[in-house]
């Protein structure tokens, strides 16, 4: 293998952390391993890996692509939840990391600040998977990478555009994953939810290197025009509940139905969401979540959710090759 691509014992907490020819690398990697897993046969190279799975907030995906990826591999992983582990309560994250790296091979944290994985990271003296954090969904983008390459065969010049919670760790992670592989990216979200701006200086900067652009606009009709991938995300990202009320009423223009598909002005655009979605969730006594605020729809209708532009399925299963990628590239043999 390419010394270049030598990712053996790194962290994967930031895009930002990794060049453009390491992620395109992790993309094949993960192309491979799909086509392997298609093919039925069975890997070993995560045989002996013991594997942590932190999880703070909850998981569908990630977790389920952790521990299948992983297992795939011969790879051991186990669950630790909030409640089971001590982290940051008895004893300090950084304690922590370092008895776990005395035990494991690898560890997976999801959770609110972004700053415990980096602590992680630092001290476990393990590789250190970021699944997710109040700032970055790393992992995220390369299932969204991988699925936006399917459809288009390429990823260089393809138009990005992400309508929603324009400072959520979503927007963050597509527009850091934009800039370095040089996609055009363009957030359309109200102006009290545009990014960061140093990070989206940052982005700028390192675009232009790849040939990207990146586009922050609050028009939802002008900023979707173009679009040959349109993605969206919950519009009160976990840990943010309490401001449901809030960004329906911010939000509510920037809801993906048929009109802004139509609005792109391209036939062949496709649709595309991280989930968990917000397009049919009942409660137990059957009503809508959402109803309750008014509303009959929230970030995406059904009717586009189920429509023949809507990859979604694809992209959730792409999470599972991506992130076993991320951890045979960093571990495997
Ligand atoms: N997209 C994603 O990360 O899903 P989970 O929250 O179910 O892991
Ligand atoms: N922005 C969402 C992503 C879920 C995968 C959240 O953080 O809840």
Known sequence: MNMAFNLKGRNFLSLLDFSRK?????????EDLK??????????????????????????????????????EGGMPEFLGKDDIQLG???????????LGRMFDGIQFRGFDHETVEILGEHSGVPVWNGLTDKYHPTQILGDFLTIKENFGCLEGINLTYVG????????????????LGLNYTIVAPKKLHPDEDLVEECRELAEESGATITITD????????????????WASMGEEGDFEERIKLLKPYQVNM??????????????????????????NGQKIYEEYGIKEMEVTDEVFESKYSRVFDEAENRMHTIKAVMVATLGK
């Open 165 to 180: 919670d324009g400072r959520n760790n979503m927007a963050n992670s597509l527009m850091t994953g934009s800039a370095k």
């Open 259 to 284: 009109e802004m598909i139509e609005n792109t002005g391209n036939e062949d655009v496709i649709f595309l969401h991280c989930l968990p979605a917000y397009h049919n969730t009942e409660t137990e």
């Open 35 to 72: 086509d392997k897993k298609r093919a039925g046969i069975k890997g070993d190279r995560l045989e002996g890996k013991n594997i942590a799975l932190i999880f703070e907030k909850s998981s569908t995906r990630t977790r389920c692509a952790f521990t299948v990826g992983a297992r795939d």
């Open 89 to 99: 309560k008895k004893e300090t994250v950084a304690d922590t990391a370092r008895v």
């Open 22 to 30: 390491e992620i395109n690398y992790l993309l094949k990697l993960s």
């Open 219 to 234: 028009d939802p009709v002008e900023g979707v025009k173009g679009a040959d991938a349109l993605y969206t995300d919950v």
